[in-house]
């Protein structure tokens, strides 16, 4: 069965630098998740999108932006940064707005040096 | 073995005993619930979910207990296997619609001693 496709899976950045992290949701799956995860932390939610347009904010940086297309994937754009921002970002999608049956990427781990 | 959840990152049990993460949730409104198992550098893996209708649901080895309550949330694993060492988190969903997504909790680390 298809499940939620993230890359790169691995990316290394240097401080001030940006990066632009991808999700492709589950075939018909409207909505789409990201959430970060530091080091030894739970996952935080980032920012959420149903049918293309933004449902929510959680705990998203003003540094960090994000969208879906028309094709439903969506990209994290992450400018400015910080060794903070080293974590695991992942993704998940789910048929319809709400959390029920929904999947988790393997996720993106970002490393800022 | 049993986790007292937030305060006790780590489990130890025995393989083949049967273990007990706890977990309290934040939001007596929260309507849905699941718990998910994260192996390490992985994605978080749906195990087993209830909704605030019930207090008891089975799975596969696996059965989660709610209590509303006292807002407490455990997920009992019969005759633990290698194959369960993980972290475990449980997560909230709280009502009104949206997709703002879950609050997760702090994660429970399993650890299976042969």
């Known amino acids: 069965a298809a499940g939620v496709i993230q890359s790169p899976r691995h990316l290394i950045k240097e401080k001030r630098e940006t990066a632009t992290l991808k999700c492709y949701p589950i075939?018909?799956?409207?909505?789409v998740y990201w959430y970060q995860q530091g080091p030894g932390q739970d996952p935080q939610f980032l920012i959420s999108?149903?049918?293309?347009?933004?449902?929510d904010k959680g705990s998203i940086p003003d540094r960090f932006s994000a969208q879906q297309f028309s094709d439903y994937h969506s990209e994290l754009n992450m400018s400015s940064l910080e060794l903070g921002d080293s974590a695991l970002y992942f993704c998940?999608?789910?048929?319809?707005?709400?959390?029920?049956?929904?999947?988790f990427g393997q996720g993106t781990r970002l490393t800022v040096v | 073995g049993e986790s007292v959840g937030l305060h006790l990152p780590t489990l130890s049990v025995q393989e083949g005993d049967n273990s007990i993460i706890n977990c309290a949730y934040s939001?007596?409104?929260?309507?849905?619930f699941i718990w998910y198992k994260q192996e390490s550098g992985k994605g978080p893996q749906f195990i087993i979910d209830?909704?605030?209708?019930?207090d008891k649901r089975q799975g596969q080895r696996v059965t989660v207990l709610l209590n509303k309550t006292v807002k407490h949330l455990s997920l009992q694993i019969a005759a633990t296997q290698p194959g369960d060492s993980a972290v475990y988190f449980c997560a909230e969903n709280r009502p009104g619609g949206g997709a703002d997504g879950l609050t997760f909790g702090k994660g429970t680390h399993l650890i299976i001693q042969p």
């Open positions: 209830i909704r605030s209708n019930m």
């Open positions: 939001n007596s409104a929260s309507d849905y």
């Open positions: 075939p018909r799956h409207d909505t």
């Open positions: 998940a999608s789910s048929p319809g707005q709400g959390f029920t049956e929904a999947f």
């Open positions: 999108f149903y049918e293309k347009m933004q449902s």
